[in-house]
């Protein structure tokens, strides 16, 4: 692997070249989600052949430390025994009823212990489905139709959120989506991220009209940017003062900055919480919960319809068990663990840009953060976008050919588990130090 005098240039990606123009013909992109391309830094999108605990290989057998962990779920690491197990042995039982399931109680007990916001919670199959549905819910319960979004936070591919989304959206220069009718964008009102006063604004122009406020409380799609000090305080009183309801998108944040996520980090409880991602153990699970007079609106209790014909899949429920359990019951040692490995890895950045005299902003939160090619703060999505995306893009690629796999794109955040022990920590040090130069 990758050290001060041995550095990977030149990976063999001819496997990977090869599949990507043979997807090209028949997907859209050659990808199943464009976040995976590699639109915003070039090259090839890596195919990936197989990956276990914080390592991941390429169908070219190139091996790389893995900071995107599937986008988030990977909170144990990739293949984790307790997952394949629980997974192998529901399969055993069939993949699916499409009738409830013992498993399903279980799970969304464990959610509403680690989330005390969350009494009540619906299980769906992806992040997107949890915040479109949550948004219907608060506006079949408030009886308004408005939605404060915030610039560059992103909730998935739902109609009314694509406007100003982050993450691919943001990446790919193309934040508004066509297809996306005039009727749905002007019920998105938009926010600036960490800018309360601007939202206070927006509450008392559309006085009895807003329904709910969607935050990511940390943002994580433009890059990791943390709320600043009483930004959620000050949502959490506008809901108040106005009948708004407050939503945290915690699909990212869930289960990896605190046992209950960022609302748990900052004491600010939301009226409701999506989640995903870890929630799923790396199958395709989303939820979306909250104060139970507020989940008491969704079908069959109340009139909001919401419903999916492998919502609560025994597969997903079971590998979503296994993390939630462990988390439950080790969370004492987890947490303070990914607090000291992101703890090294900051400080160790720190070194290493110093060394050459740069000045480059970091973040980071519990298990995520961000290296942004920026000399100045980040708070936003304006100080997001001023940051140096071609050089990111050289450091994307200098990092891949030194052994380490990050997100395609400035505006994404890393990811790391438990997995990531002291000697994932040198490596990847090391690879920066030479990445860094490299670039330079
Ligand atoms: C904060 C947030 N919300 C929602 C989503 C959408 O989740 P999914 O991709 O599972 O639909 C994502 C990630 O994609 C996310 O980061
Ligand atoms: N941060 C963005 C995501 O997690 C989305 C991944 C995807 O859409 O493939």
Redesign the pocket.
């Known amino acids: 692997m990758a050290t001060d005098t041995q550095t990977r240039t030149e990976l063999d990606l001819s496997t990977s070249k090869r599949h990507y123009e043979a997807a090209q013909h028949r997907i859209p992109g050659g990808v199943n989600s464009p976040a995976r391309a590699f639109k915003s830094v070039g090259g090839t999108p890596l195919f990936i052949d197989r990956a276990e605990g914080a390592y991941m290989t390429d169908v070219d057998g190139n091996r790389y430390i893995d900071y995107i962990g599937s ?2 779920p990977m909170l144990f690491g990739h293949a984790h025994p307790d997952v394949v197990r629980a997974v192998k042995e529901a399969a055993d039982a069939s993949t699916s009823f499409g009738a409830p399931t013992e498993i399903e109680i279980e799970v969304a007990e464990l959610v509403c212990d680690l989330v005390p916001s969350v009494e009540k919670v619906r299980m769906v199959n ?6 479109m549905s949550a948004a219907r819910v608060a506006r079949g319960y408030t009886g308004r139709d408005k939605i404060i979004k915030f610039a560059g ?5 739902g109609d009314f959120f694509l406007i100003a989304a982050g ?1 691919g959206p943001l990446s790919l220069g193309e934040p508004n989506s066509p297809g996306v009718t005039e009727g749905n964008a002007k019920d998105t009102l938009l926010a600036r991220y960490n800018d309360a006063a601007h939202v206070r604004e927006l509450a008392e122009s559309y006085e009895d009209e807003v329904a709910c406020i969607i935050v ?1 409380p940390i943002a ?2 433009m890059g990791c940017i943390p709320p600043e000090p009483g930004f959620l305080e000050e949502l959490r009183a506008i809901c108040d003062e106005h009948g708004i309801v407050l939503i945290f ?1 915690e ?2 944040t869930g289960f990896r900055v605190a046992p209950g996520g960022a609302q748990e980090r900052y004491g600010v409880t939301p009226d409701m919480t ?1 989640l ?2 870890i929630i799923g153990g790396g199958l395709p699970v ?1 939820a979306y919960g909250g104060k139970k007079a507020i989940m008491d609106y969704v079908s069959p209790v109340g009139p909001v319809y919401q419903a999916g014909t492998l919502s609560g899949n025994p597969l997903a429920m079971r590998a979503g068990h296994a993390v939630l359990s462990k988390i439950a019951t080790e969370k004492d040692d987890i947490y303070p663990q990914l607090e000291r490995y992101s703890e090294a890895l900051e400080e160790g950045t720190r070194q290493n840009l110093d060394a050459l005299g740069l000045s480059y902003y970091t973040t980071r939160v519990g298990a995520m953060g961000s290296l942004f090619f920026s000399d100045e703060r980040v708070t936003d999505l304006e100080t997001a976008k001023a940051c140096d995306t071609e050089a990111y893009a050289d450091y994307f690629h200098a990092m891949l050919e030194e052994g380490v796999y990050l997100a395609p794109s400035q505006f994404e955040a890393y990811f790391f588990g438990t997995q990531h022990g002291e000697a994932e920590l040198d490596k990847t040090l090391a690879a920066q130090r030479n990445a860094l130069k490299r670039i330079h």
Request: charged fraction near 15%; hydrophobic fraction near 15%; aromatic fraction near 8%.
């Open positions: 986008w988030g992806s992040g997107t489905e949890a915040t936070n992103y909730h998935g591919h993450s990511e994580g799609n998108d699909v990212m999506t995903g991602k989303g």
